[in-house]
């Protein structure tokens, strides 16, 4: 039997306070340095720009990438196409529960205090989302992500029991 291997990239929109900001920031550091050849004190108003320009701004656009692996899901973000950074790895065999967002199946595993939430979602409406349910060490860990149905299909494989698709 060969191995499973599936990628899809997620792209969510960027929301438009983000999207000033990310323009914001470039402007006022062009403002402040015209202005600070003039006035000093203005330089330091347009260094503290750019440093927010570069750090922050840098951090604006987020895309997801799932890497499917034979039981093993991978979340990586990549900030401004430009910088990759792991987010989580998850196994299968620690999967309690996984059905798609609007399941009754997920009513019991969501109302619970103390577990953890993370969205890798595209947030948009029409977009099918599927939400995962880990048993972990620190407790439980909830993630919703838009897998298709081939990761579907053989997280069913893996785990029959622990996949709801009504």
């Known amino acids: 039997m060969g191995d499973m291997y599936r990628e899809i990239m997620v792209k969510p929109d960027t929301p438009l306070g983000k999207r000033f900001l990310k323009g914001f920031f470039p402007v006022m550091t062009g403002i402040c340095v015209l202005i600070g050849v003039v006035f000093w004190p203005f330089l330091i108003g347009a260094l503290a720009f750019l440093l927010l320009t570069l750090f922050v701004g840098s951090k604006m656009e987020v895309e997801y990438e799932y890497l499917y692996v034979n ?49 890798y979602s595209s947030k948009k409406a029409p977009e099918k989302s599927y939400i995962l349910v880990f048993n972990e060490e620190k407790g439980q860990k909830i993630i919703k992500v838009e897998l298709d149905d081939v990761i579907i299909t053989d997280i069913r494989r893996i785990a029959p029991r622990k996949v709801n698709l009504y």
């Open 71 to 119: 039981g093993e899901l991978d979340i990586d973000a990549i900030y401004s196409k430009q910088k990759r950074k792991r987010i989580c790895s998850y196994d299968m065999e620690h999967l309690e529960v996984l059905a798609p967002e609007k399941s009754h199946a997920l009513d019991s595993y969501l109302s619970r205090q103390g577990a953890k939430f993370d969205d």
